[in-house]
């Protein structure tokens, strides 16, 4: 059979769980190469950077398993595509260095920009949440750290589970954050925190809420924090017949609300809410020496035709010192086959789909980079799961045939993908960033993963994380 040369475009989840299932699924194939490329210098991408600190994912011990196989290699700090820099001590690598070197190319780089909020445009006083989580997970093009010792108040505009990540990161005590893999300059900034309420505002309501139970739950059992009753007609259950019945996922949050925190109203100095039934409308910057904005908020119900949500006609105003938006992820915009209307890139289960609507040949997308921002680490998985087989299946049907070029005007000016590739190069600008020590490998991430092991130790954690300056060092 010809062979099966593999260039992943991303490090995180899906890349791993594609590329491991590839090796499990042939493991008597020496025809099979796959390399992961990453614009981060380490691997594992969402679970490191994305994941707050204080929920590790077990799944990493998979994808270090995965990397024993000498047939795939992952080079770090290289960023793949011809867009702006987003990582200024990565390699840029073309992607018509790809092309060239590989038989077949998976694009696994997730929806990496944060959806902003038309009347809320960033600002002093509002930030997206992926700041907040790119600073807390110290991300290589992560921001300054926040004033958290000049807020007391801030709101978060949407109510799925990085919303709460944050709430919590923000209302948990030091000293039980200090156990996880939350980097000392992190538990330094939050421990000057003056910040004693947090507002999760969502514009539906609890049975529409896209919170998971865990998350919820995590929230409802804070030690330090209690949450703000809501009013009984929200979590009481309709009687009416003409409702449709509540699923299982919406009756264990109707329970776990009425419930209430675990720590009663007024015995906490830290109180939280869930706003429901609110969109934002707009912000005032604060007037003269006052350091709280004005938010303004649409008062909404749900349109029982549609599920969405429709404004009442009143509007309501929050004083707050910053205002957060949550409201999801999607894709670079001037990446190849990106889709401006589905906000990542076009594929058909798993298979990039060219502007007039082609199959490109051996070109796949795995992943959120496919299917968007949504669902957990095991949709991930078992999507990736799928377009491993497609690839695999795609192969076998293919092998030794002549590939028909596609002409595309997105990939015109690409060189055709190599079909007789050698197994074992690598593209020429990677081989001499190898040699410079400006690339990491899996072999470079074991060495830096336990240093920071072990300095976590030394402080009573589960690790101390590196910048990349540190990393370069142990790896010189």
């Known amino acids: 059979m010809s062979a099966l040369k593999l260039a992943v475009i991303g490090g995180g989840p ?21 390399h992961l490329f990453d614009r981060l210098w380490a691997p594992h991408g969402l679970v490191r950077y994305g994941v707050a600190p204080d929920h590790p994912e077990n799944c990493t011990h998979k994808f270090a398993q995965a990397a024993e196989d000498t047939r795939l290699r992952f080079f770090g700090n290289v960023d793949v595509g011809d867009t702006a820099r987003t990582v200024p001590h990565a390699l840029q690598l073309p992607l018509g260095s790809i092309f060239k070197n590989y038989s077949h190319v998976l694009f696994a780089t997730g929806c990496t920009l944060p959806t902003l909020h038309d009347a809320l445009p960033p600002s002093a006083y509002c930030i997206p949440a992926l700041s907040l989580v790119h600073w807390y997970t110290q991300h290589p093009s992560g921001p300054p750290p926040p004033a958290l010792d000049k807020l007391s108040h801030v709101s978060l505009i949407g109510n799925g589970n990085v919303s709460l990540d944050v709430a919590r990161m923000l209302l948990t005590n030091v000293d039980v954050l200090a156990k ?100 934002p409308i707009g912000i005032t910057p604060p007037p003269g020496s006052s350091s709280s904005a004005q938010l303004s908020l649409a008062h909404t119900s749900v349109d029982p035709k549609t599920s969405r949500a429709v404004p009442t006609g009143e509007v309501s105003t929050l004083s707050t010192d910053l205002v957060v938006t949550s409201l999801g992820f999607h894709g670079e915009p001037t990446v190849r086959f990106y889709d401006p209307g589905l906000r990542h890139l076009r594929a058909i289960e798993g298979r990039i789909v060219t502007s007039d609507g082609h199959i490109l040949k051996n070109v796949y997308a795995s992943g959120w980079a496919a299917t968007g921002a949504k669902g957990v680490l095991a949709t991930t998985m078992m999507n990736a799961y799928g377009v491993a087989d497609a690839i695999l299946s795609d192969w076998k049907a293919t092998s030794g045939k002549e590939q028909d070029a596609v002409a595309d005007p997105q990939v015109h000016d690409l060189p055709p993908l190599n079909a007789n590739p050698v197994l074992d190069d690598v593209p020429e600008e990677v081989q001499k960033a190898l040699e410079q020590k400006t690339v990491t490998q899996y072999d470079d991430w074991r060495k830096i993963d336990q240093e920071e092991v072990r300095r976590g130790e030394v402080l009573g954690k589960e690790r101390e994380r590196m910048g990349w300056a540190e990393a370069r060092h142990l790896i010189s």
């Open 14 to 34: 899906s890349a791993f769980y594609v590329a491991s299932r590839i090796l499990k699924l042939q493991p008597e194939a020496q025809n099979i190469r796959i």
């Open 180 to 279: 996880y893999d939350v980097p000392e300059p992190v538990l330094d900034v939050l421990s000057r925190s003056t910040i004693k309420h947090v507002s999760i505002i969502g514009r539906r309501g609890p049975l529409e809420a896209a919170f998971t139970m865990k998350e919820l739950r995590e929230m409802i059992n804070l030690p330090e924090a209690s949450m703000v009753p809501l009013n009984s007609s929200l979590i009481t259950p309709s009687a009416s017949a003409s409702d449709p019945p509540l699923t299982r996922q919406q009756t264990r949050v109707l329970r776990l609300l009425q419930q209430g925190s675990k720590c009663a109203p007024g015995s906490t100095s830290k109180t939280w809410s869930l706003d429901f039934f609110r969109a």
